[in-house]
């Protein structure tokens, strides 16, 4: 039997209040609608017309490509355009899975694109994803960059999210890579309600936003995932709909709810990529607020002031994020997906 798991049912809607606080009172609906399109055009400028690729990372050739690929589909590209056939086709040829990141972006741009016609490949990406999940020690339930390096919030989040698409399309996933997802992410919870990029008593690292959002989106997908599936984290056969709240969910929103929208808590970098994880915390959690913080309103905001003003991108703040390409990319999914 084939699962399917719906989107969640949730309607978002722009609404405007009587008193608008001043970082709002310029945004409006047409303003957001060209900041998607200068962004879009510029995505399209930067592929390789030949190849179907976008040139960088050079490690991971897929995942750049799948990312560039799933904002535009996300931005409103249709998936008949030349750009997005001619990615798709670059994507199919890659062969077998080595990476984690790339693997799971390759996975989710398939799935969002023809899926159907790229079964074979998701099916592969999915047994794959299962096979090199860390399934004893410290970091069961995790992933890293492959199946030989320690594994990481981050990695893990991206594998979760492809196996969700997957799923959503009607791939069957084992119900005990959720289950050890689950109770990974519940563990490795901080005392404050935040989450780092790993855990390692040797080597504490600083909670953040960004790890944050993936914690707190990989418990909703995990807990969904079982519950469409019928088995609960006690292994009982539970009716759909029928879940208590996550208190780690909630610890994690109300961490997140402190901070503004314009820079990841915790970190110097990795600006775009937090913003990134927000779209996905708002939509997957139903939360139009997070704390005081309007969370699409804010978020828009800033990025429509920061976009280059005469080519349509965006930088971000680190090294990856230097790349307009990446920057652009996670800029529009949090644009085009919040504004949903």
């Known amino acids: 039997m084939q699962i399917r798991i719906p989107r969640p049912c949730l309607t978002f809607v722009l609404i405007v209040a009587v008193v608008t606080p001043v970082w709002s009172q310029s945004l409006t609906d047409e303003g957001v609608r060209r900041s998607i399109s200068r962004g879009v055009d510029f995505i ?5 017309k030949r190849s179907g690729s976008w040139n960088g990372y050079l490690d991971y050739p897929e995942g750049l490509t799948s990312l ?5 589909l996300n931005a409103g590209e249709d998936v008949r355009s030349p750009a997005i ?4 086709d670059q994507i199919r040829e890659v062969g077998k899975p080595r990476k984690v990141y790339s693997t799971a972006l390759r996975t989710m741009a398939l799935c969002a694109a023809e899926p159907a016609k790229s079964r074979v490949i998701i ?6 994803l299962e096979q090199v999940q860390a399934k004893t020690g410290q970091y069961s339930g995790a992933w890293g960059y492959h199946n030989e390096s320690r594994p990481d919030n981050s990695n893990s989040q991206f594998a979760l999210l492809a196996l ?6 009607g791939v069957q996933v084992d119900p005990n890579v959720w289950k050890r997802s689950q109770t990974h992410f519940r563990s490795s919870i901080r005392a404050n309600g935040a989450w780092a990029y790993f855990e390692h008593p040797a080597a504490p690292m600083p909670a953040t936003g960004s790890m944050t959002c993936a914690a707190v989106c990989s418990l909703v ?13 006690q292994d009982e056969v539970r009716c759909c709909g029928d879940s208590d709240e996550d208190a780690a969910v909630q610890r994690g929103l109300k961490w997140l709810g402190r901070f503004p929208m314009s820079g990841n808590p915790g970190s110097g970098s990795f600006l775009m990529y ?3 994880g927000i779209e996905r915390t708002g939509r997957l959690t139903g939360q139009r607020f997070l704390g005081d913080h309007d969370w699409y309103r804010e978020g828009t905001s800033f990025l429509l002031g920061r976009q280059d003003s005469l080519n349509g991108f965006w930088k971000g703040t680190g090294p990856m994020e230097q790349d307009p390409v990446v920057s652009t990319s996670f800029a529009l999914l949090f644009l085009a997906k919040g504004r949903r």
């Open 44 to 48: 399209k400028s930067q592929q390789n």
């Open 68 to 72: 560039a690929t799933l904002a535009l």
């Open 85 to 88: 056939q001619r990615a798709l």
């Open 123 to 128: 099916e592969e990406n999915v047994r794959w």
């Open 164 to 169: 969700y698409e997957a799923q959503r399309i």
């Open 221 to 233: 997908i995990c807990n969904e995932a079982l519950r469409y599936q019928g088995v609960d984290d």
């Open 274 to 276: 937090f913003l990134y």
